[in-house]
C-alpha cells in the first residue's frame, strides 16, 4: 500500500555534510507526521527529527543546531540535512511517514528500510 525509500547515506569525514531523503509513495490518502530517526550499533533507535505536515519541527538535542528537516509535501517527500557530522552520528537512518492509506481510515506508521551514515574521525 505504502513504501518508503530512503537514499544519500554514505561516508564522511567529521565536520562533513550529507543530505538524506526520503519518498512515500502508493495509494496515499495524506501523510501527517514525518521523521528521521537512527540506530548506532547496540544501542536502541532513537528519534532524530520529525517535522508536521504544516511545517513544524521538532530536533534531538544531540542535533539542534546541526540538523535541517525538511519536506516537499506535492512530493511526499522528507530530506535531512546534516551538517558538522561528528563520528557519533555514525548509524543507520530511518525515515518514518505517518500516513493513511486510501483504503483505509486509519493513520500507520511506515518505515523504510534504512540508509548507513558513517563519519570517521
Known amino acids: 500500500q505504502v513504501q518508503v525509500v530512503e537514499s544519500g547515506g554514505g561516508l564522511v569525514q567529521a565536520g562533513g555534510s550529507l543530505r538524506l531523503s526520503c519518498a512515500a509513495s502508493?495509494?496515499?490518502?495524506?501523510?501527517?507526521?514525518m521523521g528521521w530517526y537512527r540506530q548506532a550499533p547496540g544501542k536502541q533507535r532513537e528519534l532524530v527529527a520529525t517535522?508536521?505536515?504544516?511545517?513544524?519541527?521538532n530536533y534531538a538535542d544531540s542535533v539542534k543546531g546541526r540538523f535541517t528537516i525538511s519536506r516537499d509535501n506535492a512530493k511526499n517527500t522528507v530530506y535531512l540535512q546534516m551538517n558538522s557530522l561528528k563520528p557519533e552520528d555514525t548509524a543507520v537512518y530511518y525515515c518514518?511517514?505517518?500516513?493513511?492509506?486510501?483504503?483505509?481510515?486509519?493513520?500507520?506508521?511506515?518505515w523504510g528500510q534504512g540508509t548507513q551514515v558513517t563519519v570517521s574521525s
Open positions: 518514518n511517514a505517518d500516513a493513511r492509506p486510501r483504503s483505509h481510515y486509519e493513520v500507520y506508521g511506515y
Open positions: 502508493g495509494s496515499i490518502f495524506s501523510i501527517n507526521n
Open positions: 517535522i508536521t505536515s504544516g511545517g513544524s519541527t
